[in-house]
């Protein structure tokens, strides 16, 4: 991440400088956590975190932190880094799971070297979070394993489908919470937590995270239908014609109307066929489902901003009020 942009909206001059030069200590940590003895390790593990990224989820941490009274604490900066090298572990594997040939822009490990490479270098990197959780004591040690294990559950959940009786919508509800929701908002609470805040606001800003970060990834659904090309810059329908199930597309099959028969068939034809594809993309983007999405999208988006309402005015409140309309405004 280059610290000339932020991954949250910032006005206030003060906050944001902080923030800067917080992220340019987690980046140097950042560097030196992935080394090892054996280079080929190191190179392996630098790989992704040299590619770049938005650096979302160790940002929430400095700016939760900023709730409290040590900010400026290095455990803060540790639990920053603790956040995103295990997001960084999720990336390898979530990338031989999906069979991608790139991330961020550059050879994913799996195409550059081989599965096997990718995974064992995943699981070098949750050891390497594990360590320094390790540093944080014993009850951030506690709240990553519950963390880990809601997003690995997440993770299998996904290449599960729903069981006979069982909503679709609820079962990828539970997908997006554990493998996105989770550590952000765990995000959140190693911040307020080491960050000295109460525990009034440290289970506020939990909630927050959870939510938020489940509504971004549901807007990430809407836009891959509706955004064309040249706004989202990935291609519309990617999802779509791979088959992942999405917000818009669950709540479409749902609809139970008559006049949905002939989406209904497309959807569950083959949708590599680029003219099947964009008669499906045609028909979704007009279906009430898409608003109906949004709408869900907003409202959890404002879920998120209402529990902010234990912290005092000011700038750390209203980058996260703002970056919940942020939320809600890519949606809409």
Known sequence: MSTSDLALPVTDVALE??????????????????????????????????AGGKRFRPLLVLLAAECGDRAGSDEVVTAACVVELTHLASLYHDDVMDEADLRRG?????????????????????????????????????????????????????????????DPLAHY???????????IATSARYGARFGGASREVEEALTAYGEIV???FQLSDDILDIASESDESGKTPGTDLREGVPTLPVLMARASQDPADARL???????????????????????????????AYVIARAQEAKALLAVL?????????????????VRSA
């Open 106 to 166: 550059a050879p994913s490990a799996n195409s550059r070297w081989d599965n096997h490479v990718a995974i064992l270098t995943g699981d070098f990197l949750f050891s390497k979070s594990s360590e320094l959780t390790a540093e944080l004591g014993p009850d951030a040690v506690k709240i990553q394993a519950l963390t880990f294990t809601r997003l690995v559950e997440g993770q299998i959940m996904e290449t599960v489908t729903p069981g006979p009786g069982e």
């Open 17 to 50: 400088t902080r923030l800067r030069d917080r992220m340019a200590e987690v980046e140097k940590a950042l560097a030196g956590h992935v080394q090892s003895r054996a280079p080929f390790v190191t190179e392996a593990a630098s790989h992704l975190m040299e």
């Open 213 to 215: 970060g489940s509504a």
């Open 264 to 294: 209904l068939e497309l959807l569950d034809a083959d949708l590599t066929d680029d003219q099947v594809h964009a008669e499906v993309l045609d028909l979704l983007r007009k279906h009430p489902a898409m608003d109906e999405a949004r």
């Open 312 to 328: 005092p005015d000011g700038p750390v409140r209203e980058a996260l009020e703002a970056f919940a309309d942020i939320v809600a």
């Open 173 to 183: 509800l539970d997908v997006v919470a554990g493998k996105t929701g989770s550590l």
